[in-house]
């Protein structure tokens, strides 16, 4: 009996020497696999739901149309399922700032930059860069200029805006439709480099000059900005007092010329203005203004990031997309 005992014991000995050897040779139970599998498929799960990510770079958000565009942009985001930075400049001028943000993006390794560039050659380059890296690249607003991008080689990247032409010249047609007689105007560009800028110029111009009667007496930038508008406006109502027709190429710049004729009690010049600013719409309901226009900025921001999440899913996208425009007066504002 002892000996049996002593047997048993020795083999359970066996068994456990064993089972300490097996677990030291890194033997592990065969369910180990199942678990660890699991925890590969939630993380490959976790890795498939991360979201895409889609930066929107604009020129400032202190111009009313930009925050109508992130309006936009911030339902795409929600519709559309997918993370959406928003980063602007300080100022529609800062264009070294809208590069720096452009490189940040790139180190970032976004999946796509929309962009409203305030210069439509100056960021070609860094945005070049960006597509290098895999990045997909969807212009808004502002163009990108075609020879500019021939030569650094940036391609094959999508345009959203208006047609900045027409909406200038349908601005100053409702500007000069109730005057008659020989009138003088004056038109306020926007930043010379921008291409949307030399479009409403183009614009401006061809409707003035269909009317015989109209002559051009000065044609100045204020950078979009309503501070400058107001001071360019003292400097040319001194030097030109008959001019009755203002346009600016944006609204800003039209308050800014508001802001001089109202100190300066002008109720004969008519102004008209381009976006449909909140405060534009007050100005034209009190006879400061006659006309703007409504050029759907959310509507820009939110097919801008449609169209970059299509480029990063492989899906083709339209070359050129132009959102209509609507003319603004006191009538459509009524209605």
Request: hydrophobic fraction near 40%; proline fraction near 2%.
């Amino acid at each position: 009996m002892f000996v049996i005992m002593k047997r048993f014991i020795t083999f359970q000995c066996l068994i456990v020497f064993l089972i300490l050897f097996i677990s030291a040779c890194g033997v592990k139970p065969a369910n180990d696999s199942l678990v660890k599998g699991q925890d590969q498929g939630q993380k490959s799960t976790r890795s498939e739901q991360k979201k895409m990510v889609v930066a929107l770079v604009m020129k400032t958000l202190t111009n009313p149309f930009f925050v109508e565009m992130e309006k936009g942009a911030r339902k795409a985001e929600t519709e559309l399922g997918i993370q959406l930075q928003v980063r602007t400049g300080a100022k529609e001028t800062s264009i070294e700032q809208q590069i720096q943000i452009v490189e940040e993006l790139i180190l970032q390794k976004v999946d796509a930059i929309v962009i409203a560039p305030g210069s439509s050659t100056e960021l070609v380059k860094v945005l070049k860069k960006a597509q290098d890296a895999g990045i997909k690249i969807v212009n808004i607003d502002n163009r990108l200029d075609k020879d500019e991008c021939l030569k650094e080689g940036l391609k094959d990247i999508p345009f959203i805006s208006v047609k900045n032409d027409e909406g200038a010249y349908l601005s100053v047609k409702e500007l000069c439709k109730l005057q008659k007689g020989e009138r003088e105007a004056i038109i306020l560009e926007g930043i010379r480099e921008a291409g949307n800028a030399k479009l409403r110029k183009e614009g401006a111009e061809k409707a003035f000059i269909e009317d015989p009667e109209i002559r051009i007496v000065a044609s100045e930038t204020a950078n979009w900005k309503i501070d400058e508008a107001y001071e360019v406006s003292k400097v040319l109502f001194q030097k030109f007092p008959r001019t009755s027709l203002v346009f600016c190429a944006n609204d800003m710049m039209a308050l800014g010329v508001v802001q001089y004729l109202k100190e300066n009690n002008r109720k004969d010049v008519r102004v008209a203005g381009f976006d449909n600013l909140e405060d534009a719409q007050k100005e034209i309901n009190n006879g400061w203004m006659q006309a703007t226009i409504d050029q759907q900025a959310d509507a820009q921001g939110y097919k801008g990031v449609e169209a970059a999440v299509q480029l990063v899913k492989g899906i083709k996208v339209e070359s050129e997309l132009y959102v209509p425009m609507k003319v603004i007066n006191k009538d459509t504002l009524s209605k």
